[in-house]
């Protein structure tokens, strides 16, 4: 079998209506969700083993929604100088991307599927997910988008300070990270739903320090909608770019 690419977050901008659908008759992914906040250590030996026996066969696809307790994640491209101050807990992970926070009131998605049952090319993955996370806040009344020379979901603030030559103000309200082993994915996304937005001071989230892109949440744009909402809006736009999910399960 041939090995997988290093996975990225490509700089291109993408099609929006990219999908990654199983091939026909797949059984649907499982559907967990954890209430509470989920120890990262336990939640990474959770996905190491699951990506391991999905390849294997020994069991089936999984999409897991949680909240973690407060911490800073490095992914394979972080630079030590973009460690502030470690307010929390500092782990090394083996996911794409830079620095991360995550923490309660951050709805964190951890996507295993099997890209061999599906496609294997990892930009079309990583597509996939941004077009869920878009369409997923769309639902929520937020415009996300992409940017071609920067990773994640962002949404405009003209009700900020522009930035140099008059660029316009964003902020970043998702992020993504994912890791293939045998293209079997694991790690995922984030969206920020009611976070502590002063915990992303202690990094240079994924690497952007410019001073007219920040970080964003729902409840920083304004909206009631809480971990609930978002988890509906997921459910909902899921089916139609990756396909069937069983929402009975629970974690």
Not at 31 to 59: C, H, K, N
Not at 137 to 156: F, H, P
Not at 205 to 224: E, K, N, R
Request: proline residues 8%; aromatic residues 8%; glycine residues 10%.
């Amino acid at each position: 079998m041939t090995a997988p690419p290093s996975l990225k977050t490509p700089r291109g901008r993408l099609d929006a209506g990219a999908t990654c659908l199983p091939q026909a008759g797949a059984p649907p992914a499982e559907w967990r969700v954890s209430p509470g906040l989920t120890d990262y250590a336990q939640a990474l030996a959770f996905m190491e083993q699951r990506a391991a026996a999905i390849a294997d066969g020994a069991a089936g696809e999984c999409v897991w929604l949680l909240e973690h307790p407060p911490l800073y994640t490095a992914g394979t491209s972080a630079k030590p100088a973009d460690l502030v101050e470690a307010r929390f807990p500092v782990v090394e992970t083996g996911r794409g991307g830079q620095f991360t926070y995550h923490g309660p009131g951050q709805r964190v998605v951890y996507v295993m599927l099997d890209l061999t049952r599906r496609r294997r090319d990892a930009r079309a993955f990583v597509a996939a997910l941004e077009a869920w996370i878009i369409a997923t806040l769309a639902q929520l009344g937020v415009a996300g988008e992409r940017r071609e020379d920067r990773v994640g979901v962002w949404v405009a603030r003209p009700d900020k300070p522009p930035g140099p030559a008059g660029a316009p103000a964003e902020d970043k309200i998702a992020a993504i990270g994912v890791r293939l082993r045998r293209w079997v994915s694991f790690h995922g996304l984030s969206i920020n739903v009611a976070p502590d937005l002063t915990h992303f001071s202690g990094i240079v989230p994924c690497g952007i320090a410019q001073a007219h892109y920040g970080v964003t949440s729902l409840a920083d744009l304004g909206l009631c909608a809480g971990m609930a909402e978002l988890d509906a809006a997921l459910a909902a736009t899921f089916p139609p770019i990756f396909g069937a999910a069983d929402f009975s399960a629970s974690a």
